[in-house]
């Protein structure tokens, strides 16, 4: 158990080869669906009709009156539906993954639906501007193009969408029915908190589901957008390893032939010398080798030369041709 733990921990060797979703007909007819209901709200609340009547009922009922037992628990729950800490826990895990995967795809599907969610949810709360229950004006009014914007409820839409992400991330048919159920609970859950402390009326939540899950169904339009702009971040993140990577390699000594050139030594013999010298940080090449011709060290041989044309080696030339020099005092 300890070493499946630790091998979940780990970095898979290579990319999952998981495909997308793709629009389906099935998600195309909950797409069409969700889209009709969306209009229907907005458009029975616009006509003042039951709907809004509805919405009164219940906040003139103050649910968090009737059960004050659970108002604490109720204000951290709601929690969950506020967009910067469910979309940093989020994208915590969904980090993770991109890590251990070795793919960008669950931080970029992340932001994208962060982005349609703000764009679609935020349009419509300025355009509808519609005021909240504890900022209500006349009693059976729809207190729309008003001063607020709490049409739709954009925690039970950032809710759908944030917990949503995780069931359309799922690689197995499992894992993606289970977090489904604990998507589907976090926002029914969030949605009627709302209602409970009275920030919403209960068209907003609807409408705030609606909206939520026409971004999980239209993703699947944006994955190939997706596809490259991950590839496009792959690689110049590549480029940028390679160029901050690079070190400048060890300079080896290099060895080339030097002629030293001709010289002449004590004895008048020329002697050309040509080595392997090592060019060592640009000094001067040594010299190799010693003179041919060496004079002995010990005491000179006082008989007669016994070298090959009468001169000693250690003789001078022309040293044969002169009388030898006698001791002072002979004379």
Not at 65 to 79: C, G, I, M, R, T
Request: hydrophobic content about 45%; glycine content about 10%; proline content about 9%.
């Amino acid at each position: 158990m300890r070493t499946r733990i630790l091998a979940r921990l780990e970095q898979e060797p290579q990319r999952p080869d998981m495909a997308a979703p793709d629009m389906s007909r099935v998600r195309m007819s909950l797409l069409g669906t969700t889209a009709v209901f969306y209009a229907a709200i907005v458009g029975l609340v616009l006509t003042t009709s039951w709907l809004v009547h509805l919405d009164w009922q219940v906040m003139l009922f103050r649910p968090y009156k009737q059960w004050p037992e659970l108002h604490a628990f109720l204000d951290y729950f709601v929690v969950l539906g506020q967009r910067g800490p469910t979309a940093a826990l989020i994208a915590a895990w969904l980090g993770w993954r991109s890590w251990r995967q070795r793919t960008l795809r669950p931080l970029l599907v992340m932001g994208c639906a962060l982005l349609l969610l703000n764009l679609s949810v935020g349009a419509a709360k300025l355009g509808m501007g519609r005021e909240g229950p504890h900022y209500a004006n006349i009693i059976g009014s729809n207190e729309m193009f008003l001063t607020g914007d709490i049409f739709p409820s954009g925690h039970t839409a950032n809710a759908v969408v944030t917990w949503g992400i995780l069931a359309y991330l799922a690689t197995t048919p499992q894992a993606r029915r289970i977090l489904s159920v604990i998507a589907a609970v976090f926002a029914l859950g969030v949605g009627t908190t709302t209602v409970y402390l009275g920030t919403h009326w209960v068209s907003d939540v609807l409408l705030g589901w609606a909206a939520g899950l026409l971004i999980l169904l239209a993703l699947p339009w944006f994955e190939p957008l997706l596809a490259r702009v991950e590839m496009r971040l792959l690689t110049d993140r590549d480029r940028l390893w390679e160029r901050f990577s690079l070190r400048e390699p060890k300079r080896v000594p290099a060895v080339r032939p030097v002629t030293v050139g001709v010289r002449t030594g004590r004895d008048g013999d020329d002697a050309r010398e040509t080595e392997a010298a090592p060019a060592l940080n640009g000094l001067r090449p040594a010299r190799y080798g010693a003179h041919p011709y060496r004079a002995p060290t010990g005491p000179r041989p006082s008989g007669p030369p016994s070298h090959p044309g009468g001169a000693h080696p250690t003789a001078h030339p022309g040293a044969g041709d002169r009388p030898p020099v006698s001791p002072a005092g002979s004379h």
